[in-house]
């Protein structure tokens, strides 16, 4: 997670100030039907550009305890809880494009340290002992072929929904080399996914004799039980890549190649509906594979150089004249990652 003073910097290249909560703000109070809004010095707000912006950030009418920034270029504008008792946070446009347009630009150097992390992950896998880099290099693995959430224990407590890495034994089912997970995800959404292994189901099958309840665990070198997070995932991904990758990588990267070989598959376009089509169809298969809504795929896990170099003709021919892979990228990936490269 980045430091408070890069997240300052971040903020001042959208031209906005980072602020929390924590200073003074507008409030909200129910009138009726209605909400009335409080200044800073206690006065009802009656000025009508406040109310109009006010207006447009859309808070939802059931939070409770909402703040909302007294300035309009704050990269927070608005927090609150909702009817479940979460905080929820509503930030200024321009803070979500430039976090979006930081999450993408990962995506090179990743994809150029995968072949080293698949490595590590090969060799580590088949290490015969529960150590800690067998169960993680195996949670890697299934981060690449299934495309579930990493997940942290506080959201999986708070929600009663679930990752990878907070998985209870009663999720997973393992037959032969098969294995299956059937689970409830973020914002609720039914989880069935299978994959066939015969080192993942192995190591799996050890995991679930385990005493405790949660699946990922692993014994060190002197016989204790330890419970394996996503922290300890990106640690391990760090000590590969020295680089801060974060196990988060795996799903953007898996939509973006995606969606770029959905793209490619599909073909050229003659007019602006056949784009629009061959779009929206790439983005809904890919939602399909994340197991996530079409709007958040497009925004958040296909990279926009990928719609970009389709939408003017480039991401085609670049795929057809690439044709040698590189060691430890497949055909597509590097296809990609070299498109990228050059177009990002």
Known sequence: MPEIPDLIKQAKKANLRYVSDSIKGFKRFRVGKGFKYIDVHGSVIRNQDILERIKSLNIPPAWKDVWISPSENTHLQTTGIDDRGRKQYIYHPQWIKICQENKFSKMVPFAQSLPKIRSKVRRDMEVSELLRKKVLATIIWLLEHTFIRVG????????????????????????????????????????????????????????????????????????????????????????????????????????????????????????????????????KTVASHLRNTPNVCRKYYIHPTVLSTYEKHILIPHFSKTSKKSNGLGLNEYRVLTLLEKYS
Do not use: M
């Open 152 to 283: 942290n224990e506080e959201y999986a407590k708070d929600n009663n929904s679930f990752g990878l890495t907070t998985l209870r034994n009663r999720h997973v089912d393992v037959s032969g080399i098969k294995v299956r997970f059937e689970f409830k995800g973020k914002s609720g959404i039914e989880h069935l996914v299978e994959v066939s292994n015969p080192i993942v189901a192995r190591t799996l099958k050890k995991c679930i004799e385990l005493p405790g309840y949660q699946l990922f665990q692993c014994i060190d070198e002197e016989g204790k039980r330890h419970v394996v997070d996503s922290e300890d995932v990106n640690e391990y991904l760090h000590e590969i890549t020295k680089e801060e990758t974060t196990a988060k990588e795996f799903r953007t990267w898996g939509g973006t190649v995606l969606g770029a070989t959905t793209l490619h598959s599909l073909g050229s376009f003659e007019d602006e509906q056949g784009l629009k089509q061959n779009i929206a169809s790439t983005v």
